[in-house]
């Protein structure tokens, strides 16, 4: 059974910096590129960011361009989030899903965590 | 950026058959994805590649694409089918997955 559950999330004031984890397991994770997507309360689905499965492309919403970090470790099986100067806007629950090919253009997401709730507010 | 637009809402009496559409610029060139998430919950692929059905997914479910507007099709709708239903692309123009903006399904 595949699972992808994410971890990390909670309360940061404006500015600062929080790192997401999605451990994966019952798939194999190194072969599949990797999406974070987040949802904003009461509101739709937004893609974040990509990393392919070795980790060597990687895509970006452009509300988080140079602000947000994907990263992975295959042998952890892990997606990482790194997430700086943060705003009230990046206020969401934030989904780790699996791609279904190894690069990060097209296809879609076969499987979703559970969300992990990041609260940006002083 | 690539924009999808959703109704949104959509109501439906069980029973019935509803149609959610998702419009975007020759939408009809480009696969379309389609995901339902109920209340609490993560998203749940249900249409993938226009109209193929993961695993899982009742035959009730069904997608098709063409010109500017793509459209998931949810036959002898079921209380259970109560959720928010959204569209997907991969836009190659910009390098980023466009989500639409969801269509809440009310079954009466």
């Known amino acids: 059974e595949v699972q992808l559950v994410e971890s990390g999330g909670g309360l940061v004031q404006p500015g600062g910096s929080l790192r997401l984890s999605c451990v994966a397991s019952g798939f194999t994770f190194s072969s599949y590129a990797m999406h974070w997507v987040r949802q904003a309360p009461g509101k739709g689905l937004e893609f974040v960011s990509a990393i392919s499965s070795k980790g060597g492309s990687t895509y970006y919403a452009n509300s988080v361009k140079g602000r947000f970090t994907i990263s992975r470790d295959n042998s952890k099986n892990t997606l990482y989030l790194q997430m700086g100067s943060l705003r009230a806007e990046d206020m969401a629950v934030y989904y780790c899903?699996?791609?279904?090919?190894?690069?990060?253009?097209?296809?879609?997401?076969?499987?979703w965590g559970q969300g992990t709730l990041v609260t940006v507010s002083s | 950026s690539y924009v999808l637009t959703q109704p949104p809402s959509v109501s439906v009496a069980p029973g019935q058959t509803a149609r959610i559409t998702c419009g975007g610029n020759n939408i009809g060139s480009k696969s379309v994805h389609w995901y339902q998430q109920k209340p609490g919950q993560a998203p749940v692929l249900v249409v993938y590649?226009?109209?193929d059905r993961p695993s899982g997914i009742p035959e009730r479910f069904s997608g098709s694409n063409s010109g500017n507007t793509a459209t998931l099709t949810i036959s002898r709708v079921e209380a259970g089918d109560e959720a928010d239903y959204y569209c997907q692309v991969w836009d190659s123009s910009s390098d980023q997955w466009a989500f639409g903006g969801g269509t809440k399904l009310t079954v009466l």
């Open positions: 590649d226009d109209s």
């Open positions: 899903a699996s791609g279904t090919t190894g690069t990060t253009e097209g296809g879609y997401f076969d499987y």
